[in-house]
């Protein structure tokens, strides 16, 4: 019982930091997205799809190749999730055998909670992957829409005006935004997986997780690429997004 008790207090407390990580990540790229990682990039997509739809004969070509090479990064951690989504099933109904002395649950039901939840890791990759291919594969086509076309449509008693740039831009946008959601997913797997061992190694696998996530997340020399205004105008329409 002394054993289960780790599994009880160290696995919520890991994950828990794990969330409360991803929360705060997220209010940073609502309110600063120039100080993250995800928010630059979406600042730099934003210019790349205005730059490739302002001569669409010249850059179109160009652009749909790079959407291609995201596609194929997006199947590529689609297959694997999946892959490996059968693997656990696999090991689920085979059995387990005792892994040596484990401080924490051993049993039965408790290996099963185990697979399975790493099963849902990655199923849950495989679905946010594929949601990234579908909005990709919507991109490679609006980008060579010339920039200048509009999208009306009526909404209540407003009329809301999203120009094609706009658009294409937000859809690759989601796109990416999907695409490190899977990643996260595959990230999340690696303390689920040492869980296996034991709820100390997924708590410490958590922590060391957290730190690593944030010098990967979180930039704090932008550069002089664009000025005060700009920037300024860049986060505004983020924020709107």
């Known amino acids: 019982m002394e054993k289960q008790i780790l599994d009880y207090v160290l696995v919520p407390v890991g994950l828990v930091v794990m969330v409360a990580y991803h929360l705060w990540l997220l209010r940073q790229i609502i309110r600063r997205p120039a100080t993250t990682v995800l928010g630059i990039n979406s600042i730099n997509r934003r210019m790349w799809v205005r730059a490739m739809m302002e001569d669409t004969s010249k850059n179109g070509v160009l652009a749909v190749q790079t959407l291609r ?60 992957n594929v949601q990234s291919i579908r909005y990709y594969s919507h991109a490679s086509m609006l980008i060579n829409v010339p920039s200048n076309i509009h999208r009306r449509s009526k909404m209540g008693s407003k009329d809301c005006v999203t120009t094609a740039e706009e658009y294409v ?72 997004v």
């Open 69 to 128: 090479n995201n596609i194929m990064a997006s199947t590529l951690l689609a297959s694997t999730a999946i892959m490996l989504s059968s693997v656990i099933a696999v090991l689920m109904s085979g059995g387990h055998r005792p892994i040596g002395e484990v401080y924490g649950d051993n049993s039965k039901l408790g290996f099963s909670i185990k697979f399975f939840s790493i099963m849902v890791c990655f199923l849950g990759a495989f679905l946010l």
């Open 169 to 240: 831009w937000m859809t690759v946008n989601r796109g990416s935004y999907f695409w490190s959601l899977g990643l996260r997913a595959f990230y999340l797997s690696f303390p689920l997986f040492l869980w296996i061992f034991g709820p100390i190694p997924m708590f410490v696998c958590c922590v060391l997780l957290v730190f690593l996530l944030y010098f990967l997340d979180v930039t704090f020399h932008f550069g002089s690429v664009f000025s005060a205004n700009s920037l300024h105008e860049e986060e505004d329409g983020l924020v709107n």
